[in-house]
């Protein structure tokens, strides 16, 4: 009997777990992707081809099962994005990103000033403005990148931590860092420590304020966003801007 697991609408039947896509170029990337990615120490949830060869059949996706759940060893899940990003340094950009038009990525222009998005003041648009006085351009080198890791690193016991899925951006690696900081600090109850254990990458006062512009746009955007959840991103706020 199919199993219902994670977070998401994903389904597992024996080892195998299914999940429904809105844009199958994208998942036939990433399924491509993660078939051929290779990275130490990452347990990664392989895709599955149909019998004719193809990722994505009648707007489903299969891949292999990775045991584990969610759990709050944010360290852990840093060092989990760098090692992903190392391997996915060389990746060429794919072309779905040029005119991908969803929340995260008009987000993503807005925190990068790159184009205005209307955001909802009340939700995090008038943080958002406060904050992108202090936003100057990054210096670093952008790449393929997974920019939605929260949530999305399993751990089974001490097995290496597994993944399942992968949510590209254009950005540098340390970006992905700071947004997995600033989701831990606002919805994950991490410590306040946890920004200045990684202090050490390059540019990373700044690479925190991109992170925390691109999460308050997130929200000031998306439909779901709540109250209760915008006190966490300004939680997050005081926490980043004292690093």
């Not at 697991?5 to 777990?17: E, L």
């Not at 060389?90 to 993503?108: G, K, S, W």
């Not at 890791?149 to 992905?176: K, M, S, Y």
Request: aromatic share 8%.
């Amino acid at each position: 009997m199919p199993e219902l697991i994670g977070t998401g609408p994903r389904w597992r039947c024996d080892d195998i777990a299914l999940r429904p896509v809105t844009n199958p170029a994208e998942a036939s990337w990433v399924a491509q992707t993660l078939g051929e990615l290779n990275v130490p120490d990452l347990r990664i949830g392989r895709p599955l081809r149909s019998s004719d060869g193809r990722y994505v059949v009648g707007g489903w996706v299969a891949s292999r099962f990775v045991a584990g759940r969610h759990e709050p060893r944010y360290d852990e899940v840093i060092a989990t994005s760098l090692r992903l990003h190392k391997a996915t340094a060389d990746l060429p950009v794919p072309r779905f990103l040029a005119t991908r038009a969803d929340v995260f990525a008009m987000a993503d222009r807005a925190a990068a000033g790159i184009e205005p998005a209307p955001l909802n003041p009340s939700l995090g648009g008038r943080l958002f403005d406060v904050i992108s006085g202090s936003r100057k351009p990054l210096g670093l080198r952008n790449q393929v990148v997974h920019g939605d890791l929260f949530g999305n690193v399993l751990f089974d016991g001490d097995a290496a931590p597994g993944i399942v899925d992968f949510t590209a951006f254009h950005r540098p690696p340390e970006w992905a860092a700071g947004v997995l900081v600033v989701d831990a600090l606002a919805w994950g109850g991490a410590d306040e420590g946890l920004p200045k254990r990684w202090a050490h990458l390059p540019e990373w006062h700044q690479v925190l304020v991109h992170a925390l512009l691109y999460r308050l746009a997130v929200h000031a955007l998306h439909p779901h966003s709540t109250e209760q959840s915008m006190r966490g991103l300004e939680r997050a706020a005081g926490q980043v801007t004292a690093v």
